[in-house]
């Protein structure tokens, strides 16, 4: 929304709308970087200009190879989708190898950052951290520290050495709402303050760029050229994966392909285009025609809540006010659920696949998969019909996900059809917990 009231008006000028689709769902379904980037066909829409990651508060603690490996197949995800938009990395640590701030210890990531980001520049791929950006703003945070122990990046506290309050809090006459309108952070997330440096800097990155286009346009139509001859959408060169430079340390598997990843995401918000879709019972196509197929869409209410994850003083602000509304998060959990074995089949038509990938993720929790699915012996799944053996199964990409079928090849249940794929999952038995499918993942 910052980015939106910044950034806005100067399309809104040029008789343009931006639009900025906010897909953060939070860590309360279980979800992390490593399951969510399959799904950028879906959390957001196929036809964006520009994806941000901000995983990273949830990569602090994991393996660097493994974000690195989510990082770059995003990258080259992106450059399959209709208008190849760039991937811009949000981080609220410090650059990797060079601290500025005594006081943060979270300070993580690997050098391989600045490579990958050197190796993907030609296809605009780059990433922002932001207590770097404050620190090279010329503040002296060390000094700060060392001298009065003042750590301007601990939850709650208010003023970044430069301002103690964002713009639009600077009349404010509520003291309170006043002093939480200048905090950096709030937790490990941002705060107003914070949110309004970072949405600033994207502002003026984009701003930048486009007044170098501009120049450019102007160049062309003074030399007497029209500039769609060279800028036209249209004359956007198709990208395949033989487009792209090998990868660095994804697995060549997944990140090497001609389409992103489907999915179908049951939490909320999405923009996008569904992968799979549960198929009507009654299809002919459906390879489970007469059989039981009672499987229901799963919300967790969190969208009932008009407070749900609004800090206190927000709602002590908001509480009586006619647009409290604006207060409502978007994000929340949710499944296609069975609760016991009258629930029977849950069949899935999936979309054109490439490689033969199948992952089914879980709700609600960071490590659900191996109870719901990999040791669950009240449940069965079959790919084209054919019964798959769980321990050919593992758990990945992360432990809310076990991944069904790594290929099309011999040795795998999958094999390459020239029409639509279909999975089932079947409870068998009168299950003791309610299985919830959040994600289906395939490639």
Same mark, same amino acid.
């Given at each position: ?118 190796? /993907? =520049? !030609?296809?605009?791929?780059? #990433?922002?951290?932001?207590?770097? @950006?404050?620190?090279?703003? *010329?503040? +002296? ?64 990155? /984009? =701003? !930048?760029?486009?007044?170098? #286009?501009?120049?450019?346009?102007? @160049?062309?139509?003074?030399? *007497?050229? +029209? ?217």
């Amino acid at each position: 929304r910052q980015m939106e009231q910044t950034f806005g008006p100067v399309w809104e000028a040029a008789g343009m709308e931006l639009v900025c689709q906010n897909a953060g769902e939070g860590g309360g379904c279980g979800d992390d970087f490593a399951n969510q980037v399959f799904c950028i066909k879906q959390n957001v829409s196929p036809n964006i200009d520009i994806a941000h990651y901000t995983w990273t508060y949830f990569e602090v603690g994991s393996d660097n190879d493994k974000v690195l490996e989510a990082r770059e197949s995003l990258v080259r995800w992106a450059q399959m989708l209709p208008r190849q938009p760039p991937v811009h990395v949000f981080n609220t640590f410090e650059l990797p190898g060079k601290p500025y701030m005594p006081a943060d210890t979270d300070a993580g990531g690997t050098m391989m950052e600045y490579e990958l980001a050197r190796y /993907y =520049a !030609k296809y605009g791929y780059n #990433a922002f951290y932001m207590r770097s @950006g404050y620190a090279k703003g *010329g503040y +002296d945070y060390t000094t700060a520290f060392k001298e009065n122990e003042l750590n301007h990046f601990e939850a709650n506290h208010i003023g970044d050495g430069y301002h103690n309050v964002t713009r639009y809090g600077e009349n404010e006459e509520d003291p309170n709402r006043k002093a939480s309108l200048g905090v950096v952070m709030r937790n490990w997330h941002p705060g107003p303050l914070a949110f309004q440096f970072v949405a600033d800097t994207f502002s003026y990155l /984009y =701003a !930048k760029s486009m007044l170098e #286009a501009l120049d450019r346009i102007e @160049g062309e139509i003074n030399n *007497g050229k +029209d500039p769609l001859d060279t800028w036209s959408a249209k004359k956007r060169k198709t990208m395949l994966k033989t487009s792209l430079p090998k990868p660095k340390v994804c697995d060549p598997l997944y990140c090497t392909v001609d389409e992103a990843p489907g999915c179908i995401n049951y939490e909320r918000p999405t923009y996008g285009w569904w992968g799979a879709k549960v198929e009507d019972p009654n299809d002919n196509f459906n390879p489970h025609k007469g059989e039981v197929q009672n499987w229901e869409l799963w919300l967790d209410g969190q969208e009932m809540d008009l407070w749900h994850g609004v800090p206190k003083q927000d709602q002590a602000f908001f509480e009586d006010r006619d647009d409290k509304e604006v207060c409502r998060h978007l994000d929340g959990c949710g499944a296609i659920s069975a609760t016991s074995k009258d629930s029977g089949s849950v069949v899935f038509r999936l979309p054109k696949q490439e490689v033969g990938l199948v992952v089914l993720c879980g709700c609600c929790g960071k490590d659900i998969a191996t109870e719901m699915f990999l040791n669950n012996p009240d449940i069965e799944v079959r790919y084209n019909g054919k019964l798959l053996d769980p321990a050919s199964w593992d758990i990945w990409p992360n432990g809310k996900c076990v991944r069904l079928l790594k290929k099309f090849g011999a040795a795998s249940a999958a094999a390459a059809t020239t029409g639509h794929n279909y999975l089932a999952v079947k409870v068998l038995e009168n299950i003791k917990e309610p299985v919830r499918i959040s994600h289906l993942i395939t490639l």
